[in-house]
């Protein structure tokens, strides 16, 4: 009789999985850390409401690496350790780059926080004229306004009167604001006009991935099963014993370290994670390092690959006798060039597959349709299909691997490839 799904199993799936789901989990460090970037931006902001003054700073890095989320989870604690005190203001520079419609997003935001009437007919110097207005009357009742500017490198761009006007109403003893600007560019505060830099505090942190060490502890962080959990306490130390044992083997180290050479960002290793963790065998509830070479091959997909699994015999014939010619540095061919590489494996080998030219012809109109082939350039449009130059869009390795998978692929075949 088969194995049933073990009950604690499905309870531990759900729990990693609720675990990878929430970002606060994997982002916020431990207690003691002092070092993070969270510590940091929260010493920042805490210290610039506390002490009411005015600040500036950039969150910088690649996209995924935590910058949102890890402002999100600060900003959070503080509203709650100081209720009354902050106003959070949001802007993206996808949706608000022009200046008259980032004044007017501005004023809507702070009208309905405070619930003041907000004129949708209210002029560009109105908004500022307001916003200004507004800074200095919270300065003066000690609530401090933050400033989340998503896409900073966006506001960068054109007269940069947002960001001018802002920092230089900052500069006031009477207001009390912070802005906090988030890009992807780590050159994003060189794209600062003059004026705007002299007032800008140029403080910077910079969200990098992870390293070697980092990504060990957030991996045992994430798997490992808190003892004081509902689950029986056999199948926690059984299931936490298995996962050291793992995250020691040479052979699991090698599939993370293919997987963060390709994208080494926290968000992208943890969609990986949620990948690898969702094949745990439910009747043996424990984690393996199959479970992630099974994760690391299906988040490496190779479409192209996919593609080659469904070309017939002779379209692969035609792929393999144009890397044939890429080979021979015939930098130039088109498809009468293919034909004669074509029937010179033939006359070499006597192969049985060889078909006519017309069905060549067509069998090659099918891989420009796929996009393995294409034509390589513009010109030539009035020409017939044979004269003009193609070249491949699969490489050597994609293509070699393709044969590979190829259930009925011709031995011939990869023997030409090797």
Known sequence: MAAEDLPEARA???????????????????????????????????????????????????????KMAVLELVLQDLLLEYPDMITVIRLSGLLHCDDNGAFKEIARQLCSEYQLLFSKMASFDDNSQFMVAMLRECGLAHKTIVFVLDEFDLFAQGKQRLLY???????????????????CRLDA???????????FS??????????????????????????????????????????HNMLANERFKKVISTYLDSDSTVKQFVRYLFCAI????????????????????DTQRQPKQEYIKDCSILELY??????????????????????????????????????SRSVCLRAFE??????????????????????????????????????????????ILQKLMN
């Open 189 to 199: 505060d060189q794209l600062l006009e003059k004026r705007v830099r002299s007032r």
């Open 202 to 243: 140029h403080r910077k942190l910079l969200f990098l991935p992870p390293c070697k060490e980092n990504v060990e502890r957030l991996l045992e962080h994430i798997l490992s099963l808190p003892i004081d959990s509902d689950l029986p306490h056999d199948y926690i130390i059984k299931f936490n014993a298995k996962l």
């Open 278 to 297: 969702s094949k745990l065998n439910l009747k043996s509830g424990l984690l393996t390092v199959e479970n992630f070479e099974h994760a690391l091959s």
């Open 318 to 355: 035609i792929l393999v006798c144009m890397k044939r010619l890429e080979v021979k540095e015939q930098n130039s061919y088109n498809f009468n060039s293919v034909m004669k590489e074509y029937k010179s494996i033939h006359d070499s080998f006597r192969t049985s597959d060889y078909y």
């Open 12 to 66: 531990a799936l759900s729990l990693l999985r609720s675990r990878l789901c929430n970002s606060s989990f994997y982002f916020k460090p431990p207690s003691d850390s002092s070092d993070s970037n969270y510590s940091k931006l929260k010493f920042i902001i805490s210290s610039s409401v506390t002490e009411a003054c005015n600040n500036s700073i950039l969150l910088l890095g690649p996209r995924g690496s935590g």
């Open 366 to 411: 099918h891989l420009l349709q796929r996009e393995l082939i294409c034509f390589a350039d513009n010109r030539g449009h009035n020409q017939s299909i044979e004269f003009r130059p193609a070249k491949l869009l699969i490489t050597a390795h994609e293509l070699h691997h393709g044969l590979k998978a190829y259930r009925s692929c011709p031995s």
């Open 165 to 183: 006007s802002l920092l230089d109403a900052m500069q006031s003893v009477s207001s009390q604001a912070i802005v906090i600007g988030i890009s």
